[in-house]
């Protein structure tokens, strides 16, 4: 688990609305990845000056020869027979080229369950090559960051190194939230199985937005705590924000037998999830929500 510090990010209007999205468990290399719904994804966001992103995890669908799972025939069909030698740098080649466009907007990248494996048994980390070609943050299987938004006089939202300092030497109003991520564990298959993986991450760490993947879901999940401010005087509410980041491996495919076709899973809705956060207010929700 990583503590991967701060990022820090300047905007230029009260109303200023920002997106965090989660690319999750994009599966690229299988035929049943939805690799043009990725592509639309990724396109919304290089073109939204106020989206941000995070991955966590089962970028690519790593299976090699050796495994026990392997079936050429799951491939997809850009991938030749010379790339089954070596199918980890295949989809992180391929990886790097689809989320390239949006490198500059990108929060940090976990792995998952797929990398995990894959470079154990092959001893090959294609997951740091992964951050280190597209020059992000490596999240690893799990992180906590914070988001400190600092309102200043900007034509463009941008992530900086460092807190900004007004021409008087002072630093501008700022606005903070703590993210917890993770790939995302269990084999949970129904709605309240899955929901149940979520809120039991957001009892055990703490932070203020949580994005979990891995069963291949979407939903939102608010959690509220009372406390009492600083004199004790009077009654506080805070609420934290969860979702279950999605997936773009679809369950059935034609022509293919899926692992999900075997288990018969339901089928899932596909793309990525995000959450909302207008950090004048210092509030978030759900994409979509009025805050």
């Known amino acids: 688990m990583e503590a991967a510090g701060k990022r820090h990010i300047l905007y230029g209007s009260m109303k200023d609305e920002f997106t965090i999205w989660d690319l999750a468990d994009l599966h690229v290399l299988s035929r049943a990845c939805a690799e043009g719904r990725l ?122 190194d460092k807190a900004p300092r007004r021409k008087t030497g002072r630093r501008p109003g700022s606005t903070a939230y703590r993210v917890y991520c993770h790939h995302g564990a269990g084999g949970a298959t129904t709605p309240g199985g899955k929901l149940k993986k979520l809120t039991d991450f957001m009892e055990r760490f703490d932070a203020d937005l949580y994005f979990i993947g891995h069963v291949h879901g979407q939903a939102y999940h608010p959690m509220v705590q009372i406390g009492a401010d600083r004199w004790c005087k009077k009654l506080v509410d805070r609420v934290r924000h969860g979702v279950i980041t999605g997936s773009y491996l679809k369950t059935y495919e034609q022509g293919m037998t899926t692992y999900g076709e075997v288990r018969a899973y339901a089928p899932t809705t596909l793309g990525m999830t995000g959450l909302k956060l207008k950090p004048n207010h210092g509030t978030a929700g759900p994409v979509g929500a009025r805050l």
């Open 39 to 160: 592509k639309s994804d990724i396109e919304e966001i290089r073109n939204d000056p106020f989206a941000l992103w995070l991955g966590t995890g089962d970028n690519g669908d790593y299976i090699g020869p050796a495994d026990k799972r392997f079936n050429a025939k799951t491939f997809a069909s850009w991938v030749k027979t010379e790339d089954l030698a070596d199918i980890g740098m295949t989809g992180a080649r391929r990886l790097k080229e689809l989320l390239e466009p949006i490198a500059d907007k990108c929060l940090g990248m976990c792995y998952g369950n797929h990398e995990d494996a894959y470079q154990k048994k092959y001893n090959q980390d294609v997951h740091g090559w992964l951050c280190r070609e597209l020059d992000v943050p490596n999240l690893q299987y799990s992180a906590l960051f914070d988001l400190i938004f600092h309102r200043i006089s900007t034509d463009r939202p941008k992530i900086v």
